[in-house]
């Protein structure tokens, strides 16, 4: 889907989901007064977090991470604790490739949030590795309430020098200081999960929560 195609879903009222395969080049020219007069869910993972992080910053509109059919009404999903603690805000984020690939390029500010970060393997270990470490000298998770951590697809058994990605993950995310939940069902493969909305990180007890959406 190209940006006239995705335009003309979002000026479409029969349209009421639109499912996408984002990349950054839909964003140039984007129908932003569209999305304001009926705004739509947009479902994706992968370049669909360029979107969605777009979209939220410019119009308020939640999208969601994941595949197939929105669930409605109050979610609670179960992860495994990494770093206890609990936290609230607004959950952004999405897949890490688009999410390093926006800084100075229209990332919006995570202050006050909870993270979500998936991800698809396009390389090894090293490239999730530099991706994160870029985001965390860049500073943009400096003041991140919690992270929530979901599925990356293609890592499922990587060991590289002894490292897995369950490693590299914590080898970054725990130097944070703030709570972290592992193993959340949410990216790719996952059912979606709402990006732009109040959510509340219980780490401690493992549980990712959101109110009626």
């Not at 595949?67 to 206890?84: D, Y």
Request: charged letters at 20%; one cysteine or more; proline letters at 7%.
């Amino acid at each position: 889907m190209d940006t006239a195609q995705l335009n003309a879903a979002l000026r479409d009222p029969a349209v009421r989901v639109i499912a996408l395969d984002g990349d950054h080049r839909l964003l140039d020219g984007l129908d932003l007064d569209a999305v304001r007069a009926d705004p739509k869910p947009i479902v994706g993972t992968g370049g669909t977090t360029f979107v969605h992080l777009e979209l939220w910053r410019e119009c308020g509109l939640v999208g969601y991470h994941g595949e197939g059919e929105i669930r409605p009404g109050p979610l609670r999903l179960t992860g495994q604790t990494q770093v206890p603690g609990c936290a609230e805000g607004v959950l952004l984020g999405g897949s890490l490739g688009p999410l390093r690939a926006m800084l100075g390029a229209g990332l919006p500010s995570l202050d006050g949030a909870i993270l979500l970060l998936t991800g698809e393997r396009t390389q090894g270990l090293g490239q999730v590795d530099r991706q994160l470490t870029h985001l965390i000298r860049a500073g943009v998770l400096d003041r991140v309430r919690g992270v929530a951590v979901g599925r990356f697809a293609g890592f499922d058994g990587l060991v590289d020098r002894e490292w897995s990605l369950r490693d590299v993950l914590a080898d970054r995310l725990d130097a944070l200081g703030v709570p972290v939940l592992g193993a959340v069902p949410a990216g790719p493969g996952e059912q979606p999960v709402p990006v732009g909305v109040p959510a509340v990180l219980d780490a401690t007890g493992g549980v990712l929560m959101f109110g009626e959406i």
